[in-house]
């Protein structure tokens, strides 16, 4: 199995197991629908990344820790439009770091 398939195969375990703690808590069909929809397209990607052939040669490296702290500094600060300034500005901060080890990953490829 490649690299990415596993990765996008994981991210798709993950939305199932999350759309089964779901049904503990609604019934909604539109919310467990939802879920499980993405579950089921992120499945699908796995498939595809699965077939697909990787390049002989790769300059961008398989896992950027960049890239991880960029999304969870986005995230933080969007889920610090409910909470509060302080988680967007603590957001924002980890989200220009991130963006500055990516721009620093992509001036080295």
Request: with cysteine; aromatic share 4%.
């Amino acid at each position: 199995m490649s690299r990415p398939s596993v990765v996008v195969l994981v991210w798709a375990g993950l939305l199932v197991v999350l759309g089964l703690v779901l049904l503990a808590w609604t019934r909604s069909l539109l919310m467990n629908g939802l879920l499980f929809g993405a579950a089921a397209g992120t499945l699908v990607l796995a498939v595809l990344a699965l077939r697909s052939r990787e390049p002989g040669r790769r300059f961008v490296p398989d896992v950027s820790v960049a890239t991880a702290l960029t999304a969870i500094g986005i995230g933080l600060a969007v889920t610090g439009s409910a909470v509060g300034t302080w988680l967007v500005l603590i957001g924002c901060g980890l989200a220009l770091v991130g963006l500055a080890g990516v721009v620093r990953e992509l001036a080295r490829a």
